[in-house]
Structure formats: structure tokens, C-alpha cells
């Protein structure tokens, strides 16, 4: 992420009476958790309906534009639902850190990110997109549909590490 590192602390303190470290030492790096969402090959992002119910699916999330993005169909569920409402989150399963993204949903627009992101998904996952008038088409699927490119700006982050017992909050300014 370009910009300022954010903050990273213990998710729990001693007051907590939990099982997670307490430990200092154990506050993982934005740079581990930000590995960890680049190699993923799938994320869970969550939004939520007009009537407040929650609706979890499954995206192919790349690193452009200094922050996560993903591509879904405005008509979808769940683009339907970003634009109602831009609040998501961003999960992710790694082999040392689990973590869940808290973050702000924006479509782009302007043609130098849709084509820092297009370049990021034909990189990561061989998809390729094009870009036509502002907006973004798969023309290797019958109708070359149309798709909608998000960037999630994070707000916060919580990582448990692969022991367990750790567990690391990140807040972005």
C-alpha cells in the first residue's frame, strides 16, 4: 500500500483474559499481511444487502492502484450491493497469517487505474480484460460482458497468526 504504514498492535492485551499472546513481539508487519493478500489466490468478500442481511461470495483479488482490488458484474449481488453500500470485507487464508480487511469500496473509472488493474488481473490470473469508453469488458466470454473494477481501501485489518495464539490489528489513518 502506498502511504503511510499503519499502526500495528496486539489485537488482545492482558486485561483480555484470552489465550492470545499478549506479547509485543508477536505485532506481525503490514509487509506480511500484504503478501498474504497479493499470493491469495481467492479472497471472501462480504457486503451487505439493502435489507441488512449479510452476503458472503468468492473473489479473485489483485494488488493495484496501492491497494486490493477485485472485479465482479454490476448486476451481481454483489456489485449491486457495493454500490448501496461501499462498507466490505476482504478475507483471506495464508499459510502463516489469516486476514480479515475492513475497508472502503470504490469503483474505478478513470483509464489509468482500469488499466493498472486489468494489467494486475492478466498478470496474476491470466484474465484479460479491455477497456472500452471508461468501462471494462471480458471479451473472451460469449457477450464480452461488462465488469466493474473495486478498489478497497483498508480502514482496518486483523491478522491471527498460523499458531493460534497470535493475533495482530492494523489501522490505517
Known amino acids: 500500500m502506498t502511504g503511510p504504514t499503519p499502526l500495528a498492535e496486539l489485537l488482545f492485551g492482558e486485561a483480555d483474559a484470552t489465550p492470545m499472546s499478549t506479547d509485543a513481539t508477536t505485532v506481525k508487519p503490514w509487509s506480511q499481511a500484504r503478501a498474504c493478500l497479493d499470493a491469495a489466490p481467492k479472497a471472501w468478500l462480504s457486503t451487505m444487502r439493502p435489507d441488512g442481511r449479510p452476503h458472503t461470495m468468492p473473489v479473485m483479488p489483485v494488488w493495484a492502484d496501492g491497494a486490493p482490488c477485485l472485479a465482479t458484474r454490476p448486476a451481481s449481488r454483489k456489485g449491486r ?6 462498507h466490505t470485507v476482504l478475507a483471506v487464508s495464508g499459510a502463516d497469517l489469516d486476514l480479515a480487511l475492513e475497508g472502503i469500496a470504490t469503483r474505478l473509472r478513470d483509464p489509468g487505474p482500469l488499466r493498472e488493474v486489468a494489467g494486475a488481473f492478466l498478470a496474476k490470473y491470466g484474465w484479460r480484460f479491455e477497456i472500452r469508453d471508461g ?16 478498489r478497497v481501501t483498508p480502514v482496518r485489518a486483523y491478522g491471527y497468526g498460523a ?11
Do not use: H, I
Open 135 to 150: 468501462a471494462v469488458f471480458d471479451d473472451g466470454l460469449p457477450g464480452s460482458p461488462e465488469y466493474a473494477f473495486y
Open 81 to 86: 450491493n457495493l454500490a448501496g453500500n461501499p
Open 163 to 173: 499458531d493460534g495464539l497470535t493475533a495482530t490489528r492494523w489501522r490505517f489513518s
